[in-house]
């Protein structure tokens, strides 16, 4: 059992908890993520690794509200426990001798892009971060971001925040500005990953993602989680989750990623059928 | 004097119109009239010819003959003498290649039903007798065993009845690796692995479930931080191989380990009860011979499909599954497409899968296996229907380990390199065992090596 020492409610949608996990704290690095469950009943979800504190021994993960598990997950509270959490899984993002990056967030991947941040930012790299939200109401973490980076530009796509745009607007802009970047690190909704993908591979800037497939076990056992890089099948859970982005078929990902929908939505409901009878009684 | 019948009493199951739309267990087990009955076919060998296909030496004439008294309780504890997982190899030992081919009765009629009555004994104690299990007196030295499968459980068994600490570390949320994600309810109840399970809790062993042995923790750091005095290295053959033919990456194509991870380690087969989904098809084509064809296909079939099909390369003959196996997915209306092979997965348009189309094969010389080789008919193209396809064609062993273990050899297919029987490696302290050395194999096998490992742990840590 795993207590949720904290719960923070980020946006409308988006909360974020910090789950006591000594074993996992000690070795989580940015990149690599965590599997939960909440109960008999649940599902294995995986969550990629928002923050650890090794002193604290705790593991802290961000989550948007899409389906059954997190919605679950949401009416958990501080002093809760998870019946099993699992990690750190998948290979740690490598940054070797890298100088000038550029960090995009998309939603709440900017959530998982902030560890990477922090993590060059420690290392003496010069970081751009660059978010995009749909509306001001729904930007997270953007203190935190700030903190760990040279410069922090946060988009809105509807200019609610007064920087109107895509994440790839402004990441052209500072291109063509003159900034040499000698990598780019895109996580979020997988068409946001595609779109920086295109052009970045346009100006030649090596470009990492961060994927995050539908997943049983995360080490390497059910295959759920195959993605094709470079014309080869690799497991999500074991060969990344970061992959060339230049190389990922984006295409087959987002097909991939729509193979449980329509059951994810029967569950969904279903839970809230449940809730809503509980309720009433 | 003996029962002279030349054929096995028979074992009442579900019908067969029944049983493939639950997951409840196939076949009811003999009754203790059935099991005297059949107990009195054992000829009592001196020589004991069916002791030499058992990997865990389980006292077979001796268990059979306390059966044949009416000795039930004394039958279970002659089998635990040597067993660990009674219950279990009774359900899923390959009897036919193991104790029962050596049957002297087999030679003329039918073999004595050596695994039926096993199974009636550890049925039998697990109903009827509330055993206390004592706690061995520890003696003060501690062992890992990494993965909680049957070669990890019998090894962590054995080791405890010596008085050893065991913990066991299990990379998911429930001990029982293969018997508990890969196996059907419906050929082993949970209930019983995790039965067994428990009987080694008391014994002391602990289970660490949600400890992933190469990422959370190296071997390494076990020996040389966590005060382990020797470790076992039980982790299976859990990745599975693809076919790497087009349209493997189509919404509709898993793995069979994924098929049958979400139905029985998940429960999917009980959503939305249970949270895991399944996506499932009126059209099922499954992909391979073997037992894990067998399983993901019947439960394919369980989950509602019309139409469920095995298509296998070779012929029926070469198939590496149990002949049980293949008859009752038969008799479940399982479709055999044999000296048949996938080329290719065709998808529709927004990309789910829709049909396979395979070719006809036909079997030349024999190769390396020993086994015809398939070749294919040219232009003998075909399809078949299948909104789902279930690739079932074998596994390797895991890389974790080996990535995080620079000093543990293995070979080339990724197996960890035993030096002898008990599965010494290359690292001093570590002995290794089951799949992850043999690559895919049984769950007998698994527990054999176990065994033996624990036996060769012991003699190591004494002399240390």
Redesign the interface.
């Known amino acids: 059992m795993y207590k949720i020492l904290r719960k923070e409610r980020l946006n409308d949608s988006v909360s974020l908890i910090e789950v006591e996990a000594p074993?996992?704290a000690k070795?989580a690095e940015p990149g690599q993520f965590i599997i939960l469950?909440i109960d008999e009943?649940?599902?294995?979800v995986p969550f990629t690794i928002a923050d650890y504190d090794r002193e604290k021994g705790t593991v802290t993960v961000i989550f948007q509200i899409v389906g059954?598990?997190t919605e679950?997950m949401n009416e958990l509270n501080e002093g809760d426990y998870l019946?099993?959490?699992?990690?750190?899984?998948g290979k740690a993002s490598e940054f070797e001798g890298v100088k000038n990056v550029a960090v995009i967030g998309g939603g709440l991947g900017t959530a998982i892009a902030y560890p990477q941040a922090k993590k060059l930012n420690s290392m003496g790299v010069r970081v751009d971060m660059i978010n995009g939200f749909r509306n001001k109401d729904i930007i997270i973490i953007e203190e935190e971001c700030r903190a760990a980076c040279t410069n922090l530009y946060t988009m809105t796509d509807d200019g609610s925040n007064g920087n109107k745009g895509f994440v790839t607007t402004k990441l052209e802009e500072l291109i063509e500005g003159g900034e040499k970047y000698d990598l780019v690190i895109a996580i979020g909704p997988l068409v946001m990953m595609k779109a920086v993908c295109e052009l970045t591979k346009k100006y030649g800037i090596k470009t990492i993602v961060s994927m995050n497939p539908v997943m049983?076990?995360?080490?390497?056992?059910?295959?759920?989680c195959?993605v094709?890089v470079g014309g080869e099948?690799k497991f999500a859970c074991?060969d990344g989750p970061d992959f060339d982005g230049h190389l990922v078929d984006f295409d087959?990902a987002i097909?991939?990623s729509?193979?449980?929908a329509e059951?994810?939505r029967?569950?969904r409901e279903?839970?809230k059928c449940r809730m809503e009878g509980m309720n009433n009684a | 004097m003996p029962n002279m019948s030349q054929q096995k009493v028979p074992m009442p199951e579900q019908d067969p119109n029944v049983r493939n739309k639950n997951f409840e267990e196939v076949s009811y087990g003999y009754t203790e009239e059935m099991a005297v009955e059949e107990a009195q076919r054992c000829l009592n060998c001196k020589n004991k010819p069916c002791m030499g296909g058992c990997p865990v030496n389980v006292k077979i004439p001796e268990f059979i003959a306390l059966i044949a008294e009416g000795k039930f309780e004394e039958a279970y504890l002659k089998i635990s003498e040597t067993s660990t997982l009674p219950a279990v190899c009774g359900r899923v030992c390959p009897q036919e290649s193991q104790c029962e081919k050596y049957c002297v009765r087999g030679i003329k009629g039918e073999p004595v039903a050596i695994g039926r009555l096993e199974r009636f004994a550890a049925d039998w104690y697990m109903k009827n007798v509330k055993a206390e299990i004592k706690k061995p007196e520890q003696n003060g030295k501690k062992v890992a065993i990494i993965g909680a499968g049957p070669s990890g459980l019998t090894c962590a068994g054995d080791l405890a009845k010596l008085g050893y600490e065991v913990s066991v570390f299990e990379?998911?949320?429930t001990a029982g690796g293969v018997l508990m994600y890969g196996i059907p309810e419906f050929r082993l109840p949970k209930n019983i692995v995790q039965t067994e399970i428990n009987k080694l809790k008391e014994l002391g062993v602990e289970i660490h479930?949600?400890?992933?042995i190469g990422?959370?923790?190296s071997v390494d750091e076990l020996l040389n931080e966590e005060g382990f005095d020797a470790a076992f290295i039980g982790t299976g053959a859990?990745?599975?191989s693809?076919m790497?033919i087009e349209g493997?990456?189509l919404?509709?194509v898993?793995?069979a380990?994924?098929f049958l991870?979400?139905i029985n380690?998940?429960?999917s087969y009980r959503?939305?009860?249970?949270?895991?989904?399944?996506?499932m098809g009126k059209n099922v084509v499954v992909v391979g011979g073997g037992n894990v064809a067998m399983d993901a296909a019947r439960s394919a079939k369980r989950m509602g499909a019309e139409n469920v099909s095995i298509v296998y390369r070779r012929s029926e003959e070469e198939m590496p599954a149990r002949r049980e196996e293949i008859h009752h997915a038969k008799e479940e209306g399982i479709d055999f497409k044999v000296l048949c092979n996938p080329v290719r997965i065709i998808g529709t348009e927004?990309?789910w899968a829709e049909k396979v189309e395979c070719v006809r094969m036909e079997l030349g010389e024999p190769d390396e296996s020993g086994r015809r080789r398939p070749s294919a008919v040219e232009g003998s193209e075909f399809t078949v229907d299948a909104e789902v396809v279930i690739i079932a064609i074998g596994q390797s062993p895991?890389?974790?380990i080996r990535n995080t273990t620079p000093d543990l050899e293995t070979n080339k297919r990724g197996c960890i390199v035993a030096k002898n029987e008990a599965g010494e490696t290359s690292k001093e302290g570590v002995w290794a065992g089951g799949d992850a050395v043999t690559g895919a194999a049984t769950v007998i096998l698994a527990m054999g090596a176990g065994k033996s490992a624990a036996q060769a742990i012991d003699e190591y840590l004494k002399s240390k």
Do not use: W
Not at chain 1, 41 to 44: I, Q
């Open positions: 074993y996992i070795k469950r009943e649940g599902e294995r059954m598990t679950r019946l099993d959490f699992v990690g750190p899984l049983i076990d995360g080490t390497g056992m059910c295959g759920g195959r094709t099948t074991v087959l097909r991939r729509k193979m449980f059951k994810e029967t569950a279903n839970h | 990379a998911f949320h479930t949600d400890m992933v990422k959370v923790l859990g990745l599975p693809f790497n493997e990456s919404n509709g898993y793995s380990n994924e991870t979400r380690l998940m429960k959503f939305p009860e249970y949270d895991t989904p399944i996506y927004d990309g895991n890389p974790l």
